[in-house]
């Protein structure tokens, strides 16, 4: 019986967000999300060590940031069922919007919502497959354009002197 280098129930690619309250994370991603909780294991100082989620078919790792380091704030995009309905339950959730779900030139509804600590979802839907020819005529259309510029234009960071960085 060989071993599969990858494990059951996991992906080649997991995302880990470092945390500055995990616990906190967690709740909110059941809330917005209908993660499932996997594991919550904590140190001997009681900050979370390592914790896992699955969301849809996909796990998602996090463990408490220890206090002297910088803010690290993760930025993850989940395609789900309906972005409209999912972008509503993250803010119902205690989310900040940061754009509306909009319908983008490449065939999806997009929309960001921020978490309670900082990390940032796209939340998105296919609703159409569009070929390399729609796709350009698209980048030409005027309301294609304005709901990109929308999507690019949002501030990912509330409160940051843009001109500064």
């Known amino acids: 019986m060989s071993v599969e280098p990858v494990p059951q129930g996991y992906a080649t690619v997991t995302p880990w967000i470092i945390s500055r309250d995990t616990p906190r994370l967690i709740a909110f991603l059941k809330e917005a999300f209908g993660a499932q909780e996997i594991a919550c294991l904590t140190g001997e100082d009681g900050a979370v060590a390592h914790a896992e989620v699955r969301i ?21 995009r ?16 205690g ?13 999806d509804r997009v929309g960001r919502v ?11 839907t ?5 070929d390399a020819q729609e796709l350009e005529r698209r980048f030409g259309d005027p309301g294609f354009t304005a709901a990109m510029e929308y999507v690019q234009g949002a501030d990912f960071f509330p409160g940051r002197d843009r001109a500064h960085g």
Not at 82 to 93: G, K, N, P, S, T
Not at 95 to 107: D, K, M, Q
Not at 115 to 124: A, T
């Open 56 to 76: 849809g078919d996909s796990v998602v790792m996090m463990f408490d940031a220890r206090p002297d380091w910088p803010a690290t704030p993760g930025f993850l």
């Open 126 to 130: 296919r609703v159409e497959d569009v």
């Open 114 to 124: 921020r978490d309670p600590l900082g990390n940032l979802y796209w939340i998105q």
């Open 78 to 93: 989940l395609y789900v069922e309906d972005a409209d309905a999912v972008h509503r339950r993250a803010v119902a959730a």
């Open 95 to 107: 989310g900040t919007s940061v754009t509306e779900v909009t319908h983008l030139a490449f065939g």
